[in-house]
C-alpha cells in the first residue's frame, strides 16, 4: 500500500460497542536462515510500532468520521504514513454516556500517543482518565479553566474550541430572536446526559437575555436518542414559539431535525450541519467542523514531533455563519424577516434538498 493510499474500512454499525482491548499485529521480526548456534553479523532492527492517535465519542456519526477523514488528510499532508507509521483508532460508547469514564480509562490503559475528542463529556473523561497523556479538542468545550489568559494550557489539553468565552452559546440565540421578533416563549433543548448541559441551572446563559426580550424561556430535556421526539412534543404542548438546542454531540443533530419538521417547530442550532445536511431551519455557529479538525490536526502533529503542550495554545474560532434553510420554512409554514434572509451566509432554497453527510472511508474500532 502506498502511503497516501487510503484503506477501505468496513462501516460503522449503529450500535457499535466500545471495544476494550487493542488488536495489535505482533512485531515484525528479522527473519534468518542462519542456525541457531550461529550469531548473524548485523541484528535486523525490529520495525517500530505505529504511532497511536485515539478518539473518543458517544457514537457513530457520519460528522465526526468526515472530521476524523480530514484529521487524517492534514496528517498525512504533514508527512505521516498511515502504512505502519501512524494510525488512528475510533473508540465510542454505544450512546450510553455512563460508560465514558471506563472507556477513557481503557483508553488510557493502552498509552496511546495523542487523545482525541469534540465534545464536553469525552474531553472531560479523558481529562479525569489521564494528567498525562495529551489531548487534543477540536469543537465546542469548556476546557478555559485548564488554559492561562493567553490559552496556553495549564493541564494536558489543548487544540481548536469554540466555547471558551460564552459567545459560541449565546448568538445563536439572539439569531433566533431576530427570526421571530413576537416570539413570546423560547424553548430550549438540553441533554440531561451532558455534563456541561446539567451544570447549568434554569436557563443557563439564556436567563438574562430572555428576560430583557420578555420572552419566556421555557427548558425541556431529553436523555438518549430514543427519548428525543418526546421532548419535541413536550416542547409542542408548552405552545413555544420556536426552540434553541444546546450545543451537543452530532449524533443528535438528524433527529432533532427529524422531530422540529414532525411537530412543525421553527428551531437553531449551533452546527451548520443541521441546516445544511439535516434540513433543520436555522443554525448559527461553525462554519464546518471538518476545517476545525484539519486545523486539530495540526496540534496532533506537532504534539508527535514532541513539540510541549505549554508551547501550543488553545485557538479559539471565532469564524461563524448564518444558515437560513428557506425550504424547511415553507414546509412548516413559517415566514422569516427580510433582514434575516439578507444576512444569510447561505441560503437553502425551496425544492433543494440536503443529504446527510456520508464518509468515505472509516476507521478502524479498538478491538
Same mark, same amino acid.
Given at each position: 500500500?502506498?502511503?497516501?493510499?487510503?484503506?477501505?474500512?468496513?462501516?460503522?454499525?449503529?450500535?457499535?460497542?466500545?471495544?476494550?482491548?487493542?488488536?495489535?499485529?505482533?512485531?515484525?521480526?528479522?527473519?534468518?536462515?542462519?542456525?541457531?548456534?550461529?550469531?548473524?553479523?548485523?541484528?535486523?532492527?525490529?520495525?517500530?510500532?505505529?504511532?497511536?492517535?485515539?478518539?473518543?465519542?458517544?457514537?457513530?456519526?457520519?460528522?465526526?468520521?468526515?472530521?476524523?477523514?480530514?484529521?487524517?488528510?492534514?496528517?498525512?499532508?504533514?508527512?505521516?504514513?498511515?502504512?505502519?507509521?501512524?494510525?488512528?483508532?475510533?473508540?465510542?460508547?454505544?450512546?450510553?454516556?455512563?460508560?465514558?469514564?471506563?472507556?477513557?480509562?481503557?483508553?488510557?490503559?493502552?498509552?496511546?500517543?495523542?487523545?482525541?475528542?469534540?465534545?464536553?463529556?469525552?474531553?472531560?473523561?479523558?481529562?479525569?482518565?489521564?494528567?498525562?497523556?495529551?489531548?487534543?479538542?477540536?469543537?465546542?468545550?469548556?476546557?478555559?479553566?485548564?488554559?492561562?489568559?493567553?490559552?496556553?494550557?495549564?493541564?494536558?489539553?489543548?487544540?481548536?474550541?469554540?466555547?471558551?468565552?460564552?459567545?459560541?452559546?449565546?448568538?445563536?440565540?439572539?439569531?433566533?430572536?431576530?427570526?421571530?421578533?413576537?416570539?413570546?416563549?423560547?424553548?430550549?433543548?438540553?441533554?440531561?446526559?451532558? %455534563? !456541561?448541559?446539567?451544570?447549568?441551572?434554569? @436557563?443557563?446563559?439564556? &436567563? =438574562?437575555? $430572555?428576560?430583557?426580550?420578555?420572552?419566556?424561556? +421555557?427548558?425541556?430535556?431529553?436523555?438518549?436518542?430514543?427519548?428525543?421526539?418526546?421532548?419535541?412534543?413536550?416542547?409542542?404542548?408548552?405552545?413555544?414559539?420556536?426552540?434553541?438546542?444546546?450545543?451537543?454531540?452530532?449524533?443528535?443533530?438528524?433527529?432533532?431535525?427529524?422531530?422540529?419538521?414532525?411537530?412543525?417547530?421553527?428551531?437553531?442550532?449551533?452546527?451548520?450541519?443541521?441546516?445544511?445536511?439535516?434540513?433543520?431551519?436555522?443554525?448559527?455557529?461553525?462554519?464546518?467542523?471538518?476545517?476545525?479538525?484539519?486545523?486539530?490536526?495540526?496540534?496532533?502533529?506537532?504534539?508527535?514531533?514532541?513539540?510541549?503542550?505549554?508551547?501550543?495554545?488553545?485557538?479559539?474560532?471565532?469564524?461563524?455563519?448564518?444558515?437560513?434553510?428557506?425550504?424547511?420554512?415553507?414546509? %412548516? !409554514?413559517?415566514?422569516?424577516?427580510?433582514? @434575516?434572509?439578507?444576512? &444569510? =451566509?447561505? $441560503?437553502?432554497?425551496?425544492?433543494?434538498?440536503? +443529504?446527510?453527510?456520508?464518509?468515505?472511508?472509516?476507521?478502524?474500532?479498538?478491538?
Amino acid at each position: 500500500m502506498s502511503p497516501t493510499q487510503r484503506p477501505h474500512w468496513p462501516s460503522l454499525p449503529a450500535a457499535l460497542a466500545l471495544a476494550v482491548g487493542l488488536a495489535v499485529s505482533p512485531p515484525l521480526c528479522a527473519q534468518s536462515d542462519v542456525p541457531a548456534a550461529v550469531t548473524p553479523r548485523a541484528a535486523v532492527p525490529a520495525q517500530a510500532p505505529p504511532r497511536v492517535v485515539a478518539y473518543l465519542g458517544l457514537g457513530p456519526s457520519e460528522s465526526v468520521k468526515l472530521c476524523m477523514n480530514e484529521v487524517r488528510d492534514e496528517l498525512e499532508k504533514s508527512g505521516w504514513s498511515f502504512d505502519g507509521q501512524v494510525r488512528l483508532e475510533w473508540n465510542d460508547v454505544a450512546n450510553d454516556p455512563s460508560r465514558y469514564a471506563s472507556a477513557a480509562q481503557a483508553m488510557v490503559a493502552r498509552r496511546p500517543d495523542v487523545l482525541l475528542a469534540t465534545d464536553n463529556p469525552p474531553t472531560e473523561a479523558l481529562m479525569n482518565a489521564t494528567k498525562e497523556l495529551p489531548i487534543v479538542v477540536m469543537g465546542p468545550t469548556n476546557i478555559g479553566k485548564v488554559l492561562d489568559a493567553q490559552l496556553r494550557p495549564l493541564a494536558n489539553v489543548t487544540g481548536v474550541s469554540l466555547g471558551l468565552k460564552g459567545q459560541f452559546a449565546i448568538k445563536p440565540m439572539e439569531m433566533l430572536l431576530r427570526a421571530f421578533p413576537q416570539a413570546r416563549r423560547i424553548g430550549m433543548i438540553s441533554n440531561r446526559d451532558n %455534563i !456541561g448541559h446539567e451544570r447549568a441551572q434554569g @436557563l443557563g446563559l439564556f &436567563a =438574562d437575555m $430572555l428576560q430583557q426580550a420578555d420572552v419566556e424561556g +421555557l427548558r425541556v430535556r431529553f436523555s438518549g436518542k430514543d427519548d428525543i421526539a418526546r421532548a419535541w412534543d413536550e416542547l409542542a404542548r408548552l405552545g413555544v414559539d420556536a426552540v434553541l438546542i444546546w450545543p451537543d454531540s452530532s449524533v443528535f443533530l438528524g433527529e432533532h431535525a427529524q422531530q422540529a419538521l414532525r411537530v412543525r417547530l421553527p428551531a437553531i442550532s449551533h452546527s451548520s450541519w443541521f441546516a445544511t445536511r439535516h434540513g433543520g431551519l436555522l443554525s448559527y455557529g461553525s462554519i464546518g467542523r471538518v476545517s476545525m479538525c484539519g486545523r486539530g490536526a495540526r496540534y496532533v502533529n506537532q504534539i508527535l514531533r514532541g513539540r510541549p503542550l505549554a508551547e501550543l495554545p488553545v485557538e479559539e474560532l471565532y469564524e461563524a455563519a448564518l444558515v437560513v434553510n428557506l425550504d424547511t420554512a415553507e414546509r %412548516i !409554514g413559517v415566514t422569516l424577516p427580510s433582514a @434575516l434572509i439578507e444576512r &444569510a =451566509d447561505r $441560503l437553502i432554497r425551496p425544492g433543494e434538498r440536503t +443529504l446527510a453527510p456520508t464518509a468515505d472511508a472509516h476507521l478502524p474500532a479498538a478491538r
